[in-house]
């Protein structure tokens, strides 16, 4: 009887051993990982990330293989690591040199051994930081120094009875505090406090952790036109950004604008500056900033096109009736608002907090 127990037992181990033989035959070193991205930690480290392959070929993944390389054939390897977490399928490689660019792969690992590995993406990185960027000219330096040429020119192809294009160049403090007491006897600036269908102008001014507001705590926003009838406005939209670049020529620009006897964009581009000159008058100041690089839309209908400036010294600014609100208080307001409001006043409320 023991014997026969003895003979049974053997007998179903040796058929699960050859079971597993079987599946030992069949599986291959699985699929490359997928997904393998590599990204620039710091100054010295990168962050690689990947997910499982698709097909394991019939043994489990019990490991990754991370390699990294200064040649794209990883013929000399800079070092590898193995990760054995498998919840966290990422490595951080640090130590490296901020001066060279690095290229990764990734291989994943079962009982048959390693499969093909796959390149992470982008196909090379160089470890760097902010930091690194100090006292460097920015790229676009050049380019700035090619739109002034630009503007020079056309500065000097223009008819001798159109009107002179100022120099670019800021007011100076006797100026603008000469605008601001001229403000104390003129007529507050009439703001929108309700947006409806149409297009409008508005300025973000701010001030270290402050933005300027009007009385019914709003930016300041003026109509362009409650009767826009293009399909799109971003034709226009990209013209008015290369004004910005040339706020204090706002006058002469409408002037020669009205001279022009085409129809269409150029009556709308008029009304475009005719809502800045508006704006710069209430204001007190001729640079309104650049433009956000959006319009603003709401559910209504309403398009608010926003102008974001820095103000150095607040005092000069000429909205007596203005007031500077802290970021936090404006954030806590908005706690109050509903998020997901569609009107444009609060739109522009959310883009400043």
Known sequence: METEKQLTHWEFRHKLLKRMKSGYDLARPPDAPTNASVSVASSSSLLVNFSE????????????????????????????AIVRSLDNLQYEIIGLDKNSYYYVQVS???????????LATPSSVQPSSWHDVDNILPR?????????????????????DA???????????????????????SLSPKFQKSLQRGIYLSCLLYHKDK???????????VEVDENYSSTSIHTDFYWLMKIACTWTDVKSLRHDMYKSTSAGSTHFRGKLLQAAALLQSALGISDLGQFYHQPLKDNNGSTVLVCIKEIKDPKFLAL???????LAKLHRRMTVIDQDSSEAHELLLNSAA
């Open 108 to 118: 994943a690992f079962n009982m048959k051994g390693y499969g093909p590995a796959t």
């Open 163 to 185: 009107p002179a294009i100022k120099e670019p160049s800021g007011d100076s403090p006797v100026q603008r505090k000469r605008k601001s007491l001229k403000n104390l006897f």
């Open 320 to 326: 007596g009736s203005g007031k500077w609100v802290s």
């Open 140 to 160: 676009s330096q050049w380019k700035v120094n090619t739109l002034e040429d630009l503007f020079s020119q056309v500065r000097q192809s223009r008819p001798t």
């Open 211 to 221: 933005i300027l507001v009007t009385p019914e705590d709003q930016l300041p926003v």
């Open 53 to 80: 392959p698709l097909n394991h070929n019939g043994a489990v993944v019990t490991s990754y293989k991370v390699e990294w390389s200064k040649s794209s054939d990883f013929v000399i390897l800079e070092g590898e």
